[in-house]
């Protein structure tokens, strides 16, 4: 399985991105999908995610009413629409599967190569 994210870049404070994250490969079902990031000096940190079921979503703080997090079951893809972007947004960002493979599977977490956005002042 591997996670394909792509979006990041430059934007200015006040702007918008939009990130994406797609998983190819053997999957049987997917549990959570969630973005994560990393700040410079920073330790990595959940910005938003559909918990397991798929039912529910939650966003850090720091992202309400700005980030808004959604996805395409049949594409197996999570997207992140930022808005209103802030230069503390500045980060690399990585998507993050929990997965099945096959039926008799455990759960296992895959992680996307990360994807840096920048927000300038």
């Known amino acids: 399985v591997q996670l394909q994210a792509s979006g990041g870049g430059l934007a200015q404070a006040g702007g918008s991105l939009r990130l994406s994250c797609t998983a190819s490969?053997?999957?049987?079902?997917?549990?959570?999908m969630n973005w994560y990031r990393q700040g410079p000096g920073k330790q990595r940190e959940l910005v938003a995610g559909y918990t397991s079921g798929g039912g529910n979503t939650n966003y850090a703080d720091s992202v309400k009413g700005r980030f808004t997090i959604s996805r395409d079951n049949v594409t197996n893809t999570v997207y992140l629409q930022m808005t209103s972007l802030k230069p503390e947004d500045t980060a690399v960002y990585y998507c993050n599967f929990d997965l099945k493979r096959h039926l008799f599977a455990a759960i296992s977490s895959y992680w996307g190569q990360g994807t840096l956005v920048t927000v300038s002042s």
């Open positions: 490969g053997r999957i049987f079902s997917i549990h959570t």
